[in-house]
């Protein structure tokens, strides 16, 4: 069975760019996670989508925003790039949002977005 | 709100050394808890995890045990190997409500020297 796949692996962008990340679950898993794992500020929760939705979101300016389609992958976007948004960028699934559901999260490679 | 104390490092141990880190937790509730690892240049790999109090996880000679009257999940190894050499991440994942997201400790970098 396939994992949670990430693409691209590296992005390099200038200040003020947009980034596009992507991600693709685990077949079958309807909750995706994404987190930022900034040098020396450990892994940060970004945002939470379930069956389409956004379900939480951390605390991140609204520049940081996504979209889960319909296929349940995933998108993050970033606009207005600032330097500190470099950072390796993770995408988590999930089978299912509901308690009974298990809590376990998958994780998949990361992407690493650069930010000059 | 949640958070994950984790036992700062960087730790470094000769091999076969026995393993600890450190883990405290602030949480309402029954959390689950987990241990993650990550090895260099990869993502977070779940070693193993604990739903209620007393609960033993285990995986690959790793352990921990929820403990709800010290809200700890420590990390134990026995015999560490220089393969085991990777950060290790403990989070925590509240039981109900809209916050099901993971929230992580600092991470402990482990050096295994042979």
């Known amino acids: 069975e396939a994992g949670v796949t990430q693409s691209p692996t590296h992005l390099i962008k200038t200040r003020g760019q947009q980034a596009t990340l992507r991600c693709s679950p685990i077949?079958?898993?309807?909750?995706v996670y994404w987190y930022q794992q900034a040098l020396g500020l450990g892994l940060q929760f970004l945002l939470w989508?379930?069956?389409?939705?956004?379900?939480n979101r951390g605390n991140f300016p609204p520049r940081f925003s996504g979209r889960q389609f319909p296929n349940y992958s995933s998108e993050l976007n970033v606009n207005a790039l600032e330097l500190e948004d470099s950072a390796l960028y993770l995408c988590?699934?999930?089978?299912?949002?509901?308690?009974?559901?298990?809590?376990?999260?998958?994780f998949g490679p990361g992407t690493r977005l650069t930010v000059l | 709100g949640n958070s994950v104390t984790q036992m700062e490092g960087p730790v470094t141990l000769s091999e076969e050394a026995f393993l600890t880190i450190n883990c405290t937790y602030t949480?309402?509730?029954?959390?689950?808890l987990f241990w993650y690892v990550q090895y260099p240049g990869e993502g977070l790999q779940l070693l193993l995890k604990?739903?209620?109090?007393?609960d033993k996880g285990s995986n690959k000679g790793f352990e921990a045990t929820y403990r709800k009257e010290t809200t700890s999940f420590h990390l134990e190894k026995g015999s560490v190997q220089v393969s085991d050499s990777a950060v290790y991440f403990c989070?925590?994942?509240?039981?109900?409500?809209?916050?099901?997201?993971?929230?992580f400790g600092s991470g402990t970098q482990l050096t295994v020297l042979p």
């Open positions: 077949s079958g898993h309807t909750s």
């Open positions: 989070a925590l994942m509240p039981f109900g409500g809209s916050a099901r997201q993971l929230t």
């Open positions: 949480a309402t509730g029954y959390p689950s």
């Open positions: 988590a699934s999930r089978l299912g949002r509901g308690p009974e559901m298990s809590n376990e999260q998958f």
């Open positions: 989508y379930d069956e389409g939705e956004e379900r």
């Open positions: 604990a739903t209620k109090a007393d």
